[in-house]
């Protein structure tokens, strides 16, 4: 079984920065990619951001030149830096992990929530 915990989230001003995390733990033989997801009320869940084991990334347009996904292997987290946030980035953010262990599972965090406004 793994347990992925999310931190980070938040309420901030339009402008501000938040930084998420994400921690992956319990039985893990490797991590393929990670990943940032995010919904709003009403609305279905959207990619935000990606990191492949290889470093390759992926971004939403709308996040572009504003997020940044990086991730630390040895501690088996992914990171989101968000920058510049807009009250249209309000919404729950959730990780996203790609782990082997005895074959491939995908494992989903609880979500976190992010809210800006004034």
């Known amino acids: 079984q793994v347990q992925l915990v999310e931190s980070g989230g938040g309420l901030v001003q339009p402008g501000g920065s938040l930084r998420l995390s994400c921690a992956a733990s319990?039985?893990?033989?490797?991590?393929?990619?990670m990943g940032w997801y995010r919904q709003a009320p009403g609305k279905q869940r959207e990619l935000v951001a990606t990191?492949?084991?290889?470093?390759?990334?992926n971004y939403a347009d709308s996040v572009k030149d504003r997020f940044t996904i990086s991730r630390d292997n040895a501690k088996n987290t992914v990171y989101l830096q968000m920058n510049s946030l807009e009250p249209e980035d309000t919404a729950v953010y959730y990780c996203?992990?790609?782990?082997?262990?005895?074959?491939?599972?995908?494992?989903w965090g609880q979500g976190t929530q992010v809210t800006v406004s004034s």
């Open positions: 990191i492949h084991s290889g470093g390759s990334r």
């Open positions: 996203k992990v790609d782990v082997y262990s005895t074959r491939w599972w995908t494992y």
């Open positions: 319990g039985s893990i033989a490797g991590i393929n990619s």
